[in-house]
Each structure stands twice: as structure tokens, then as C-alpha cells.
């Protein structure tokens, strides 16, 4: 459930880029000084969203530095950070870690538990810090857990409990803004949760795992598309909404390419995936 909310990169100036890798390698830079070299597996492009979009409406101050690291060791790379960035790095240890669990109690994988266990004393670090966010991630990850377990046929709700979960991340200070970063993340959340469960609608199906959109009766293919499209253009639609009220400047440009061009780069991929997969059955079967 990570690493649809990313850049389309043709459509960036290469400026903007440099800028975007920066925010990127600068929450990277943020998880290993805060929490160690194992934190980096939490790194995602769905915070680096986050981060910058937090970074561009309240513009606090900014450090850029340039340095070599583990994953550039012979050139060095921009490192954009800001209190935006220790915020973004500890949201993604708690929800990292607990969405590892949430794996394990859904599929038992245990390269999840493992991860969650090496992870446990960075999360008590994080809960620490943020208390009330990491109970608040607990609560709706279980309840998420709940639905899928008892087999909810209603996308809309579990994508919806992922949404409010993400809306609470994305509500950094209790201040006039929050109501708006909270629509945004809701939106963004439930894009996301939809996304990951088209994307994973034949694994699933085949390991007879929960999927939402396995529990639409006998929908063929075709309606089946179109239902998942037009539900991702809902939520990024409102989410788009919610986004424009907010009066930002520095960045805007980078922000408005990934809610209007790179959110889609990943589901256009997948759609040609299952376009694929769906010509070599019918070519298998005839």
C-alpha cells in the first residue's frame, strides 16, 4: 500500500525534479538520523508527498545541504529538510511498522513480523513522540483488519477507514489549515487503499486473500475497470478540491503534477498489466 502517490516525471521541469529528489532524500536522510539505517525501509513517495506539501503551505525554515550516503556513495545528492521532514519521518515509522503487523495478522508473512520486530524500538520512539497518532493508526488499522475479516463488500468503507487514518497524518498542527489536510488525506487514503486492492486483484483472488473488489458478485472485467476508474477519479477529484483551497506557493507546481498526472502513472501501469494478462488467457484458452 505504498508508492502510487508519485511524480510524472516528463512533465517536470528538470529544476523541480532536482527539488522533488531533494524532499525525497532529505526524509530519507530524516529516518536514518532519527531512528537508524533500518528506518530507510519505511522510506516512501506517499511521504515525500506529504512532507513537501506540509513544507510548502507552512514554509518553515529550509536546510540544503549536499552529501554523499549509503544508497549515492560517490556522488553526493541535494538533501532538502525541515522540521516538515522529522514529522514525515516519524509518521512513517508508525504507520510503517504498523501496517507490517496488520500483514502479518492478515497473511502471516513473516518477513513483515520481522521487519515490525526490528522496527519496535524506533515505533516506541515515534509513540512516544506522537502518542495520540499512534493510537489513532492502531484503532483504525484494527478496525480496517475487522472489515476485511468479516469479508465487507462495500469498498467504500474500508477505503474510507484507510482515508481517515491518513487524514490524521496528514492534520500536522491543530490550526485553521487542519479541516482542508484532512479532506486531502482522507481523499488521498481511500485513493490509495482502492488502488492497492485493483492492483492486487489476481493475487488475491488466487490465494483466496480479502480483495473488495472480489466481493462484487460475478462483475466482468470490462465493468469491473470502469467501476475501479471512475471510483479513483472520485477520490482524486475531491482530493484535487481540497488541495486548491490551500494558499500555497513555494512548490505548487511539483504538488499539482502529482495529484494531476502522477497518481495516475501507477494505475495505468497495472490497467495494462491486467490488459496483458487478460489477452495471454484468452490467447491460452482458445
Not at 29 to 43: E, F, K, P, S, V
Request: include cysteine; hydrophobic fraction near 40%; charge should be negative.
Amino acid at each position: 500500500m505504498y508508492g502510487y502517490v508519485q511524480i510524472y516525471k516528463p512533465e517536470l521541469k528538470f529544476r523541480e525534479y532536482d527539488v522533488y529528489r531533494g524532499y525525497y532524500c532529505g526524509l530519507c536522510g530524516a529516518l536514518h538520523q532519527r531512528y537508524g539505517m533500518a528506518a530507510r525501509w519505511t522510506l516512501s513517495y506517499d511521504m515525500t508527498f506529504l512532507v513537501l506539501l506540509l513544507d510548502s503551505l507552512y514554509e518553515p525554515e529550509e536546510t540544503r545541504v549536499r552529501c554523499r550516503c549509503g544508497a549515492h556513495p560517490f556522488q553526493k545528492q541535494l538533501h532538502i529538510s525541515s522540521e516538515a521532514s522529522a514529522y514525515g519521518a516519524d509518521m512513517s515509522v508508525l504507520l510503517f511498522r504498523e501496517k507490517c503487523m496488520d500483514d502479518w495478522l492478515d497473511e502471516k508473512k513473516l518477513s513483515r513480523r520481522a521487519a515490525a520486530g526490528i522496527l519496535q524500538g524506533s515505533y516506541q520512539k515515534a509513540a512516544g513522540i506522537y502518542p495520540e497518532k499512534a493510537k489513532f493508526i492502531a484503532d483504525q488499522l484494527e478496525q480496517l483488519h475487522q472489515m476485511e475479516q468479516a469479508g465487507e463488500t462495500n469498498p467504500d468503507l474500508p477505503a474510507g477507514c484507510f482515508g481517515t487514518l491518513l487524514g490524521e497524518l496528514f492534520a500536522w498542527k491543530p490550526d485553521m489549515w487542519e479541516p482542508t489536510l484532512r479532506q486531502i488525506g482522507f481523499y488521498l487514503g481511500k485513493y490509495i487503499y482502492l488502488l492497492d486492492a485493483y492492483d492486487d486483484l489476481e493475487r488475491d483472488r488466487k490465494k483466496g486473500c480479502y480483495n473488495p473488489f472480489l466481493k462484487q458478485g460475478d462483475t466482468d472485467a470490462a465493468a469491473l475497470e470502469t467501476a475501479c476508474q471512475n471510483l479513483l477519479e472520485l477520490m482524486i477529484g475531491a482530493c484535487a478540491d481540497a488541495f486548491e483551497r490551500l494558499p500555497l506557493l513555494r512548490h505548487a507546481e511539483i504538488l499539482r503534477n502529482i495529484l494531476y498526472a502522477g497518481v495516475w502513472t501507477q494505475f495505468r501501469q497495472i490497467r495494462e498489466k491486467r490488459a496483458g494478462l487478460a489477452a495471454e488467457q484468452t490467447g491460452s484458452s482458445s
